[in-house]
């Protein structure tokens, strides 16, 4: 895949009291405010994911403010993987963010 700006995409998963306090709603508030793609959803661990596309400055952005979170959330970690390097971000959609239900990780199927 040919390099395409400064796009990158990122994988976030979040702890602490992060669900049942508005971070997920705060989160696609916060990314279509910094004009990110993506989205959100909790995990059945207690913890939130999330997956942001876009120019890094910009996803950088949303890094540090999930670090903090809304009002009434207590962030506690918030672990970064890079799914796609700066300038290789365009294999996601580059607009809309969206708030998923939740998931599961025990309902993915096994491949080994």
């Known amino acids: 895949m040919a390099p395409r700006g400064d796009v990158t995409t990122v994988g976030l998963r979040i702890s602490g009291r992060v669900q049942g306090v508005w971070y997920r709603d705060w989160t696609v508030d916060q990314a279509t405010e910094l004009g ?23 996803v950088d952005q949303m890094i540090e403010v999930c670090r903090k979170g809304p009002r009434l959330a207590r962030v506690d970690d918030v672990a970064v993987t890079v799914v796609d390097q700066p300038g290789y971000g365009g294999a996601f959609p580059t607009t809309g963010f969206q708030k998923l239900g939740t998931h599961n990780p025990a309902d993915m199927p096994d491949t080994d």
């Open 36 to 58: 990110l793609a993506g989205w959100v959803r909790n995990v059945t661990d207690g913890t939130v994911d999330v997956l942001v596309n876009g120019p890094k400055e910009r």
